[in-house]
């Protein structure tokens, strides 16, 4: 069963990821912030995270490089209202796997995830 972890400070967005990766199987973990995504990823390593890079305490890209030591095979996607090339290309730089934009293009989520379970 492949373990997500859904971080973003807004409620509505953890509910509805979670939801949707719930009715394709996978084991649901959410964080409304930073330090509760490394906590419980340090208990519970995910397959995969989406990580919004705007969060209170914390910001993403933090989370990401406090992670990105210990990440292995987990991967990591940023999630973001700001369409920021500046930020989109150091999240490439840094080695994420991918970047969504909100509004989630929930198709495009659905491949993703597809894709990972295969």
């Known amino acids: 069963m492949l373990k997500v972890l859904i971080v973003d400070d807004e409620e509505y967005v953890r509910d509805f990821l979670g939801r949707m990766f719930r009715r394709r199987g996978c084991e649901v973990f959410l964080a409304a912030d ?11 390593p995910a397959d995969c ?53 909100k509004p989630l293009d929930t198709a495009q989520i659905i491949g993703l995830l597809e894709g990972l379970q295969n």
């Open 34 to 44: 930073g330090e509760q995504c490394l906590a419980i990823h340090r208990k519970n």
């Open 49 to 101: 995270i989406f990580l919004d890079i705007h969060l209170p305490g914390k910001d993403g890209m933090s989370v990401f490089r406090e992670i990105k030591p210990f990440k292995g095979a987990t991967k990591i996607f940023f999630i973001t209202g700001e369409d920021n090339p500046l930020i989109r290309k150091q999240a490439e730089s840094m080695g994420a796997d991918g970047y969504f934009l």
